[in-house]
Structure formats: C-alpha cells, structure tokens
C-alpha cells in the first residue's frame, strides 16, 4: 500500500517538477513548485516522520512560497510567457543533469551497504526537541544558535537591501 | 750570467716614456716630447750597442758556442698548469741581440727623423708617444723568452702599428687601412695563437729553450715516427702546429696570400712605415721562424721548413711583379719589402742546420739586417721627398736630384744596396742567400735571381723617376730636409755602405756555433747576380732616366698581365668579396637576423602566444550566469568520471 | 521507513528530483524561476537526509534534524535571494538572467 | 561542561558578543551619532583580534560538533588580523557611503556574522556545523557584495553571487547526504573510520569538493570570482578573497588531509589536474585585465591553484606551507586591494590605465602596491617568495617535480601580469595622474602594519617556526 | 656582526638612509659614502683573506657563518668566501662605485635610482657570500627583480617592453633553478639524513645519478641564462640597449656572472656526473654562443646592441671554460667574468656618457668623436682593444686561461671546439675596429663639434675601470692566487 503511495507521490513529484521547470508562464512554475513541495511533505508523512512533514508543509509551502508568489507579482511576471532559452543549452543541459542522474542513481544501486534494515522507530517532536536544546554527544544546540545567528544575519541583510530599494526609490523620484 | 741584468730596461725605458707621454699628451708641447721620446730611445740605442757588443765580443762565446741566456723576470706570470706557463723572461741570443741592434737603431733614426718630418702636427705628442709603445712592443718580441711572451708583444705590436697607421684618424682610408692591418694580421695571429695552443699541449712548455732542445724535438720526432700523434694530409699534427705559427708570421711579415695590408699600411706617416712596415715588425715573421728554427728544420723532416721556402720564394716573386707596375713611391717601397721578406723567408727555408750548411738562416738574419738599414734609408728618403712635394705619386715628381742632392745621393745608395752592388751592404746578403737557395733547389735559386734583377730594375725605375726623369715645375720649390731629418739620412746612409763586410757568419749560426763563409768573387753564382742587377738598372735607365716611350710599349706588350700585376693581381677584391659578401653578408647578417627574428622572436612568440591565448579562452567568462553554473555541474561531473577512470 | 519501498528508490527519486532542477537551474531564463529550481535541488537534499535517517539509523536523528536546518536554510536564502532580485528589477526592470550579463571577460 | 570548556570556543562566544552589541548599539544610539559605531566597531574587533592571539587549548565541545586546536586557533586569529585590516581601510569607505544611508552597524554586523561562520565552518567537527558555517559565512557576504545599492554592477555581482552560491551550497549538500547515506553520520571522526570509498562516496567527495572549492575558487567553479569582485563593494571582494577563501582552503586541507586521508591517494591526479588548470586560467585571465579588482580576482584564483601544490603532500610540510602561505597571501592581498579600494574611493576608477604616473602624486601607495604585488609574485625578501617557496617544497617533497615545474612557469606569466600595475604605477608617466590621495590614520596604520608583515614575515623566520610546530593536526 | 653579513647590511642601511634623503646632491653622496665603505671592506677582506690562507687556512670557505634561518626545511642563512667571491665582491663594488660616478647627474628620481641600484647590489653581494642555496636563491631574486624598475623608469627607447623581457626571462629561467634547487634538496635526503640546502654538506652526499641528469640541465639553463647562455641570450640586446648607463654597468658588469659563477660553485659543483653527461650538448651550446654572438655583434649599429652581443660572446667563453672541466679553462673562466665585468661596465660607462651628449648611439651617424671628446675616446679605444683581447689588458689574461685550458683536452674534438672558439678573437676584432673606426675616427660630425669633454666624475668611473683592466692584464697571477684557491677545490669533484 505505501509502495503504490510512494510512487504515485514519486510520479506526482518527478512530473510537477518537470512541468515547474518547463512551463511557460511563471506564475504556473510556482503552483506547481507548490504540489511539489507538498507532495514531498506526503512522502515526509509516509515515513512516519509527522513533524517534518508538517515543517515542510508549513515553512515551504506555507512560507516560502508565500514569499515566490509575492516576487513573481511584484515584479509583474503573472501573465508574461517566459523567454525560451537555446536549444543548444537545453540540450547540454539535458544530457549533463540526466548523466550525473544516471551516474548517481547507478552508484546508488550498486552500493553495497544500502540495504540494511533497522526496526522502524517513531521520532516524536519532543525528541527533536530535547536533541535541539542538548549539548551532550548527539545534541545540536550549537547548530541551533548558530542558525539564529543566521538567520539574523539573513534577515539584516534583506532587510539592508529592502531598505535599498526605498533609497533608490528615492532617489529616482 | 748576471751581467745582464739590465736587460730589462731596454724595453721598460719605452714603456714609461709610452706611459708618460700618453698621459700628458696634451699638456706637454711640441718638441718637448719629441725630444724626450728621443732621449729614452738614445738610451735605449746605447744600452743595445753595449749588449751587442758585450754578448759579442765578451760574453757571448763560451767553447764555440753563443750562450741563450734568459734573463727571468716574473716565473709564473700566468701558471695554466703545473708545467705550462707564461713566464715574463728575456732571452739573449745572437738573433736577439741582432734585432736589439736593429730595432734600436731604426728606431732610434726615426725618432730623430721625426722630429723634423712630424714638425707643427697637431698630434705630435701622440706620435711619440706611439713610437714610444712601438719600441717597447718591438723590443719585447724580440727579447721575448717564450712562445707566448711572442705571441703577447707580437699583439702590441699589431697594435702599435695600428694605431700609427691610423695616426691621421681623420683621414677615412688611414682609419681603413689601419683596420684592415690590424684585422688581417689578427686572423694571422690566430691561427698563430692556434700553433701555440698545439705546440704547448704536446711540447709541454712554451720556452724556447726548452721546446728547441734536443730532448723535446727528438721526443716529438719520437711521437711522429711511432704514429702516437694525429696526422693531417700526410703531415702531423706538430708540423701543422708549426706551419700555424708559420701563418702568423706570414701576417705580420706580410707574405702571400696575408700580404693585403702592408701597401694600404703606408697611410701611416712615413716614419713609421720605415720603422714599421719596412725594417722592424713586418721582419716579426722572419724573426719568429728564425726563433724556431731548430724545431722548424727537426720535426719531420723540416716538412714545414719546405712551406716557409715555397711561399717565401713565392712572396718574393709576386711582390716583385707588382713593384714594377706601382705608381705610388711608397706602394713600391712596400711591394719591394714584401718581395725583399719573402727573400728572408726563402733563405730560412732553403737552410740547413750546422756549420756552413746553415748558411741560409745566416743569410737570412743578415739580410733582415741589412735590408733594415738601406729599406728604412729608402722609406726616409721617400718620406724627405713626399714632404717636400706633397706627393706620393710618381708623376708628381722628377727632377728632384738638383733640388735635394742630399736625398738623392743616400737614395741612390740605398737603391744600390737593394739592387745587390758590390760593395753596399745588399750584395752581401742577398748573394749569400743565392747561394744557399742554388744548394738547396734551382727552381727556387732561379726565382731569387729573378728577383733580384727585378728589384733592381724597379728600384732604379723609382729612382730615375723622382731624381731625374724629367723636369717637373714645383710651385714651392723643394728643398732638401733639414738637418735632423738630413742626419739620419746620412747616418743609415754609412750603415748601408758599412754593414755589408762584417762577417755574419762569425756570429750567427743556426747552431749557434759560429762558421766561416765568404764570397767567392770568381763563381758564376756571383757574377751572374751582379749581372742580373745591372740588367736591371740599365733597363731602368734606359726607360726612365728620360722621358721614353719606353714604359708604354713594355707595358702594352704584356697586357693583361700588366694590368692584373697593376692591379695586385686583384687579392684585395678577392678579400673584399669573401669578407663582405661572403662572411658579413652571407654568415653575419643571416644570423643577426635569426637571432634577432627567430630565437628572439621565438621568445616574444611565446608572450604573445600567451596573450593570445588569454584573448581566444576570454569568452569562457561570458557573464552569463548559467554558463557558470554549467561549467561548474560540468566540472563536477567531469571529476567524478576521471575519479571513476583512474580509481 | 516506507513498507516495500527501499532506501534505493527513495534516493533515485531524490536524485532525479535533483537533477531536474539542476536542468532547470541551467535552462529558465526567469531568475525567479531559477531559484525554484533550486528549490527542487534542496528538497532533495531535504528528503535525502530524512530517508537515510530513517533506513539507516533511525535512533540518532542526524538526518532529520539537518533536514531541519535545510529547510531552515532554504528560507533565509530564498528571502535574501528574493530582495536581490527584487531590487534588481527596481534598477533595470527585468529579472531576466540576461539582463544580469554586464560583468564579464 | 562548564565556563572552562565553553572557553574553548571564546572567539565564536566573543564574535557573536559583539555582532550583539552592534546590534544594540545600531537600535540605541541616535541617528546623529552613529559615527560612534565605527570606531566602537573596530575597538572591539581588535580587542577581539589581540584575545585571538593568545593560545588556545586542544579539545572539543558538544560532542564533537565544536574542535579546536592550536592550529585552527591561530589560523582563526590570522583571519582576524586579515579583517581587521580591511576594517581599517574601510572606515573612509564606511563614513562616506554607508553612514549617511544608516547603514554602519549592518555592515559591521554583516561582516562579523560571516567571520564568525567561517570560524565555525574551521572548527566544525560535523558536517552539520560545516554547513551552517559555510551558509553563514556567504549569505551577509552576499547581502553586502549587493551593497552599493545604486551600482547596477553590484546588484549584478549579488545576484549572481547568491544564484552560484546557492547551487554550489546545494551540491555541497547533496555530497554530504551521499556521504551520510554510506558512512551513517555526519560527524567527521565517524566518517574518517567508515569511509570504503564506493562510488557514491567519490560522487560524494567530489560535490563537497565542488562546494568548497566554489569558495576556493578553483577552476572551473571558479567563474563567479571575477564577476563578483568586480562588481562588489572593494572591501567585500578583499574580504572574499582573502578571508573567506583563506578560511575554505584551511577547511579544505583539514578534511583532505583528517577526514578524508583514506581518500587521499585517488585523489592526487584530481588536485594535480585542477592545480594547473586553476594556474593556467587564472593566469591567463589575468593577463588581459584592465580593470584593477577583475585583475586581482584572476591573481587571486591563479594563487588558489598554487595552494594545491601544497595539498598534495598530505603531511605536516604541506599544513604549514598553507598555512604560511595564507597568512602570507592575505597580508599581500589585503595590501593590494587596500590600495585599489583606496583609490577607487578616492579617485574614482579601477582601471589600470588610470594608475598611470601614480608614483609622481602617490608614491606611499605605490609603494605599498608594488610590495603588495611584488609579494604576490613571490620575489624575494618579499614574504610572498618564502611563502611559495614553501609551497613549492612541499609539491616537491613528493616528487611532484614536473607540477612544480608548470608551476613556475606560471609564476613567471603571473610576474608578467603583477608587474603591468607596477608598470602603471611607475614606468609610465602621466599627463593626469591621479591626484594626490590623502588616506586617513586608519588606512595608514592598516598599510604600515602590512608592509612591516610583508617584509618581516618571511626573513624572520619565527611565524613559520611557530605554524610549523602547531601544524601536526593529524 | 662577521665581516660577510655586513656586506649585506651596509647596502641595506644605505638604502634606509636614502630614504630620508630629499635632493640628488644627498642621494648621490649617501650612496657613495655607502659604497664607499662597502669598498672599505671590501679591502679589508682582500687582506684577511690573503692573511688567512697565509696563515694557512685551508678550508674551502673561510669566514664561514652559519645560522639556522627556516629551520624545519634545514635551510640556513650559510655564508662564506672563497678567493673567487672575494674577487667578485671587489669587482662587485668597483662597478658599483664607477656607476655612482657615471649616474652623478641623474635628475628623475634620483633617489628612487640610487635605492633600487643599491638594492641590486645587496642582492649581489648576498648571492657571492652564501653558501646555502636557499639563501643563494633569495639573493639572486633580489638581484634581478630591481632590474626591472631600473630598466623600466630610467631606461630610453623601448624600455617597457625590454625590461618586462628581461624580468620575465630571467625569472623564468630561475623557476627552472628553482626546480632544481629543490631536486637537489630531496635528494640530499639520502639514508635518512635531513635534506639540506647547505652548498658544503650537499658536497659531502653523493646525488643520484639518474637524479642529477634531470636537474643539472634545468640549473644550468637557470644559471645560464643570466650569463648569456645560447639561445637564452635574447633578453640581453633589448635589455642592454634600454637600460640607463649604471645599470648596463652593473648588468653586465656583475649580474651576468651571477650564471657563471653559480654554475661554478653550486651548479657543477654538486652535479658532477651529470655534468660530465651533460658536458657536449652544452658544450656545442656555448661555441655556438661564442661564436654566434661575435657574428651577429657585426651587423649591429647600434653601440649597446654591440655590446651585448660582445657579451654573449665573451660570457659564452665563460661558459665555454666552465664546461672544459679543467683547472686552467676553470681560471680563465673566472678571470674571465671579472675581465668582462670591468671591460663591459667601461664599454657601458662610456657609451652612456657618449649618449649623453650625442643623444645617438648608432654608430653610422656619428664620426670623428675623438677629436670631439678626446678623453672618452681613449677610453673607448682602450675598452675596444681590451676587449678583442690585447695583451696588457684583463681580456688578454682571461682568453688565454680558456683557450690554453680547452686545449689541454685530450679530446680532439674539444679541441677542434676551442679552435672554432679562437676563431671569435678575430671577429671580435673586426667588430670592435669597426666601431672605433665608425664612431670614434674620420672627420668630425658637424653638429656634435661643441660637445663638453669629460667631466670629472666621469673621469673618475672611467679611471677606476681602466686601472682595473690594466692590473688585471698586467699582474694576472696576483688575481690568479685568488681563484686558484677556489677552483682547486671545486673541480675535485669532477676530475678523478
């Protein structure tokens, strides 16, 4: 049963994907990003792992998106078709991506080691959380702080050039 | 031996008036040098005489035999290895102290002669100044113990006469033929320096003594007869060693085919193409062989003895030829020194070693001596009357005798010498290397002789002409020279007349062991000479002692031959196209080009190459985003293949 | 851990997910869209590294919680991506990478 | 854990303490005072860089995820000495163009933040913090190489920066979940012992060897550098060239040398192939660039292929010609992009052409750029030549004769592009030199104290002897 | 301090004190008084040196010091002397000296000049004392790089371009050296011994013959190329040619015997089985060089052009000697690099000071310049027939050694080579005739006839250059003594 979930949420994925990067119209690339990204969050379920699903659905879909959709308005690209790019590019670029995959699917199919089994455990959010917060061997409070510091960062910068954008604006009129 | 001691200020007393007149040539006026040079070269003729006579007459002659004495001075001048060296040495022998005598006095004349020739010249401390380092160079060949102590004075030698002939820089042909001497005679030298070289690497020394003792020659006839030598076209590699050293004198000594440089030498002043270019460095080569002569006549056989007569015999001839033809004074006088060395050579060749068998090597020095006299008489005469004409050509002249009775009295004289009259001094000479050559070979005694009616009949044409011939109008009439020009006339004048009866052979000898020899007035040799000689002045007389139709009809009947000899036989323009067209054109040029377009520009093709490049890859950066990131997925993937290939 | 679904397929999956938007990444010609497909390329990674986790060791959460700071990541470079980009449009009006060309050789 | 062992990481707790206080300092000092900022900015930045110098002990925190040795200590200070120099450079820069838009404290924090994720990205001992690190150390970088707001060319060179970046972070990650799917672990020591080197591990290797390199600059990930310098802020395109590429090289060794050792075998030819291909491209690009910090982009790519010299000898020889090279390479460079800021700022170009005569008006700076340069080019007793003599000597050392060779010879074409500034600078004389320059104290005391370094590093031989005896990190 | 290092020293505070200097009258006299002192020492080590071996000193370096400089590569700051660097350390200062002399009147940046020209010398001096090649190597960087400066600011014609020549082909000619540097340092690692730049212990370990094949062509390519060697010669002409006079001085002067002498000391030294394999090919390389460079010397015009390709030449019978392997070529060869330093640097000295005034250096449009300027055109006569080797004069001495030295082989085939090198004597000869006969004699240029003659301290550089020549031509064995000492120890590795 989760086999043929799987792999309709594989088909779903490879081919809303395919369709994102093809597509034509950009507001249509984000929509179909947006099934991409919650049908990942349906595999991220089927693995039992409930709270990174739901950080998928709501951080990714939720936020991020949020964030595309209002980029693709603002820059005023609803309706517009996008530019084709060569054929020779998209040819070279074909052929690389597919030979990386099939290098990469190939060395993944013959690695050895690949199949071992563990019984299947459940992570619960407590778990991630107390692992989040623990300094021991196997905690990760220090990539938790670090990634605020980051996130801070991030932020400051968009801020500076959001803030730019006001500046320039200005500065035009 | 320490008697000699001294020795060492006969060259030094020239070098440090060189030195001094060079550094204070512009401070110091005209007679003031002229008289100081002068003063050093008294000294110098005084200390030679004293020599001549004490090695002579005192000390010289130990149980029958002349002593080479070597005085040392600086052993080890430079060590090359443990055995081979320069060592700074004087060497007294009877050639030696022959030539001290020589130099001294010719020199010694011309620096007197010069004070009245280079008279109100603007460079006439610099004239004596390079008189001055002549002497000394001359004087240092001469007294030279050593192969390359030869070799070094033979070089300032050159060097010296390159300055004096190019002494009026100015003049465009001085400058030319002051290079042109210096040149050929360096291509000389090399192969002389060459000669060095092999003799030194299987001589093992460089000393004279040593290399012409007995030990070392039969060491290298040794090697010779055991075939533990190389060996060239028949001849081994010594002998060619020695021809080598034979072909640098042949530069300096002016003999065929390195002869180009002596006639275009005579742009020099005429002092010093006496001194120079008549009696002292151009007899270098004589004196080198001469030097020699014991290894020249030992190894092999005397195989390169042979050459030395041959190109002597031919020199002599060749030179005669064009004598005849020249219109120049000094060209003639210069051909004539050319024909009268070669007859030096000739005599060297032809000689044997002991006792009277050597009467050629005595012959030869003696004639070097006498010929130094009466050639640099000629040359000073010659000198006297183109100061007085303002000339050196022929045609301009004439008529001189009453004029300058003085010069043409002491030319006559010299004339008479050279032409081989009994009793001047070249009758001696000459005749004794007639007879040497007739014992030796007759084509070569038959050429000697036919030269020596030649030289008498051109050196006659030359006197007729500028004495008598005709009556030429001068616009400042000439007059003879004044007294210290006159004074050496006369003084080289008595030595002509002088030296021919003092018996050479009492003091010189290829062994070094003194020997009688005499002239047997009676033979058919003798007077066969005399008969030559008068021939030829009677055929000069005839055809220039007035204005005759003579010389046209002679030289219509020979034709080509005239016009090839009047031409000197066209070496010159051989030189010219082999050193111009051939080395500057075909072999200079072409590499300066290479260098300068293929391995220069082979450096610069590289840069450039490089530039290039950076030029054609630039559109790798093409801006373009995704072309970045294609190459970066590109290079990923590339990597992990390669990994993958080799792992 | 998916039943009857191996780790194997769950990585071809992500590797194909990944490559599809590397072939994306290289062909749009939007910059917007090219940070979608890069979005793609991350949430490979993301599911690379819950999976593996899951199959491999399920007890120690390494790949979980990367996953976390992935997702994490991926929304503070797509915010900062996007204010680029945005303030690029102000300057020049196009958010077409072959307006951003002008730096080059 | 306690204070004692939280200390072992006091550069990180310090940097963010001050990335803090510029922060409330942004949000409490009024508009009017802002100028405060900069000066408390550097003040505690060197308090900052002189605490970096004192020595740190051997050890590890949070179960490994934090380590830190002397080595790593003393590379982290010489990265703070780098900065700090730039800091001073660019306080001219500050004043002029970002205090007016209130953007001081930003920038400060910008650039801290990114130290401090190079710090971390040092220290890591997972690939988790690695990455964070990494992430950290690029995404200010990028918001600030976009900082010349009006300058299309810097919103160029962001765009293009964090596009690039972010597909090289990608690919990094995706390499380190391969990698994490062979080995079951993110911690390094872990991987160290599992890695069998199946072909996802190599595909593994070679992504995170993409994405670090991307930060190296080697060929052919490389393409963004130039492009970025250029377009960047002048301070930013030194701090990346310099301190960030610095800090990713150093990663680069570590895990090439401890974490992937086993690799390192099969991996020669591929550092071989890359050295000279980074060599000859950055070299070749450099020749024909007219414009100053395109130019050094190149010089600075050529540079990174002559590190790999080093990372081919997998011994302490090679650890401490990098790691002497580094300190070298950043006194160089800082000095030579110093003077192109300078310049830029105060005359308003970055070509070439314009330094002509440069000597007549400026010869202080001239001076310091041709050190600069001439260090870069390694000409003796310059401290560049000792630093790729040691370089070389390491490549040597395993027999690696013929690399050193095309090595040279790329050091020769690049003395030919090192001297065209030079050759600006001094051989040509101008009708219109750029005029004279008045630099303030800071830039001063930021270009003696490089010089002194670059004439006093290599003939004293005491730093080396010092790296040298910390540099046994395997 | 020991007596060497100051050597180093003096130079640097030199150029510390012209910093502060403000005007060409200050800059001049500081770096005069600097090279004075240098000259002092110079003298002084003349004698200690002399006392030493009277003493009877006999270790191949006197004066050695050693101290440990990068420690973890074992390379030390190692110097010493041995006659043949004491000679060229005097060589070294008289050039430098007599270039203070002809650069007295340098008006752009004389500062800046005095600086870099001294900078040079340091790095000279440095590369004769040490006897580590690490140490060496820095030296002879040091020495090079100035050159571009020198050439580049105060050069004429194209200057830009024959300075950037030179750099790059002499720095990439010490890129091979350096290659080299290292292949002998790797491979001193024998037997578990710590590898060592140290010139005295890598004598003492004997290299691996496969090893030495590869790096002896690459060292003596590195060497060689800075003396001139064929085909690595093209830097010189153009380089020459744009330098200003001082600094053709003290290039061809001095730093073109950086390559023979480092082929002397570290180059064959350390490499002798390879040197020996190694003896024709280059052999051929160094006839071609002799002769070649006196051909092409034939066609030039101009007067610097004649020169350098008369160095080539001249510096190929270095070459030439060096690879003769014997006793007597290896003395001629070093005499022969102190004979071209002085002829050279008066040939450069003069023609710059002839280009002062005439502002033409191509010997077609000038004539009769000894009547004009009496005083340089002795000098010039003097140089030209020093040059082309007449005895009196240093060329002389110098000539012999190799041409007698070449001989000794008992190879016919070296010597048939050193007969085809006596051949150069003659070209030279007409070359330099031809130059003097050209520029120096005929009738005066019209224009040029109301130039100033010499002045004083032209006088002075002159003087000091043809003293030199003269001493060493006349008392060859006094220089001699010096270089015996040396050579004798360091051909023992290559003859049995």
Redesign the interface.
Known sequence: ???VI?YIL?FL??GL??M??TTKK?YR??MY?LF??VS?SG??F????NF?GA??LS??AG??MV??I???L??D?IGKP????SWK??L???I??????A???????????????????V?RVE??GE??LS?????????FE??S?????????????????K???Q?KN | MDTFDYIYLIPLIPLLMFLFLGFTARKIKEPVSGYLGTAGLLAVFILSYYTAYKYFFADGLVDGKYQQIRVMLKEGWIHFTDKLAIDIGIIIDPISVMMLVVVSTVSFMVHIYSLGYMHKDPGFSRFYAYLSLFTFSMLGLVLASNLFMIYIFWELVGVSSYLLIGYYFEKPSAVAASKKAFIVTRFADMFFLIGILMIGYFGQSFDFMTLNSESTISMLNSWIANHQVASFLGLSVITWALILIFIGGMGKSAMFPLHIWLPDAMEGPTPVSALIHAATMVVAGVYLVARLFPMYYHIEGGAALRVVAVVGAFSALFAAIIALTQEDIKRVLAFSTMSQIGYMMMALGVSGFDGYEGLGYMAGMFHLFTHAMFKALLFLVAGAVIHAVHSNFMKDMGGLHKYMPIASWTFLIAALAISGIPPFSGFFSKDEILMAAWEYNKIIWFVGFIVAGMTAFYMFRLYFRIFHHKDTQYEHPPHDAPANMSFSLIFLAVMTMAVGFISFSEYISASLKPFHSHIHWGSPLVIGSIVIALVGIGAAYLMYYKETEYPQKVAAAFGTTYKWAKNKFYVDELYMYVTHKIIFDKVSKPIAWFDRYVIDGFMNLLGVTTLGIANRIKFLQSGRLQDYAMYFVSGVVAIIIIVIYYK | MIEGVSLIEILSLTTILFFIGVYGFLTRTNLIAMLMSLELMINAEAINFVAINKYLSPAIMQGQVFSLFIIALAAAETALALAIILHLFRLTDSIDVKDVEELKY | MNIDTLMLMRDEIFLTAIILLMLIGEILLPIAKKKWLIHIGLLLFLIYTIQSFFPQKTGELFGGSYQTYPLVHFFKAILAVGVLAILLQSVEWIEEELLPYDFTAEFFILLFSSLLGLNFMMSAGDFLMFYLGLELSTMPIIALAAFEFFNRKSIEAGVKFIMLASVSSAILLFGVSLIYATTGSIYFDVIKTNMALPLMEIIGLVMIFAGIGFKISLVPFHFWTADVYEGAPTVISNYLSVISKGAAVFVLMTLLFVTFSTFGAHWDYILYGIAILTMFIGNLFAIRQKNMKRFLAFSSIAQAGFILLALLSHDKMGVQAIVFFLLIYIFSNVAAFGVVHIISLKAHTENMDDYNGLYSTNPRLSWVLMLALFSLAGIPPIAGFFAKFFLYAAAASKGYYILVFIAVINVTISLYYYLLPVRAAFLRRSENPIPKIHTDIYSKISFVAIVIGLLVLGLYSGVFEYISQISNIF | MDILSLFVVVPVLTVIALVFTKKLEQARLVALIGMLIELAMSVNLINKYMNARKAGDKAIMLFQRDIPWFEQFNAHYHIGVDGVSVLMILLTTLIVIAGIFVSWKINYLPKEFFIFLIVLASGVYGFFISLDLFTMFVFYEIAVIPMYLLIGIWGSGPREYAAMKLTLMLMGASALLLVALLGIYFYSATNGMEPTFDLLELANRKMDFAAQKIFYPLAFIGFGAIGALFPFHTWSPDGHASAPTAVSMLHAGVLMKLGGYGIFRFVMYLMPEAALFWQDFFLILAVTGVTYGALAAIQQTDLKYINAYSSVSHLGLVLFALLMINKTAWNGAMLQSLSHGFITALFFALIGMIYGRTHVRDITKMTGMMRIVPMLGVAYVIAALANLGLPGFSGFVAEMNIFVGGFLNTDLYKQALTVLAVSSIVVTAVYMLRLVGRMLFGPTTKIYTNLPHAFWYEKVAIGILVVFITLIGTLPFWWLQFIQDSVNNFIKPLVH
């Open positions: 049963m989760e086999r799987f594989a994925i490879i994907a395919l994102s990067i950009l690339a984000t990003l991409v990204l990942i595999i991220y089927l693995m039992e792992y990174m950080v998928q951080v990714y936020g991020i964030l595309f209002y980029a693709v603002l820059t690209q996008l530019r084709d790019t590019r998209k070279l670029a074909g690389i991506s597919m030979g990386a995959a290098l990469s699917i190939y060395a993944i199919v013959t690695f050895q080691g690949i199949n071992k089994t563990f019984e299947p455990t992570t778990d991630i692992k989040l300094y021991e061997p196997g905690g990760f409070v220090l990539p670090v990634i510091i980051l996130l801070l960062a991030a932020m400051i910068g968009a801020i500076v050039i959001a803030k730019a954008k500046l320039v604006n500065e």
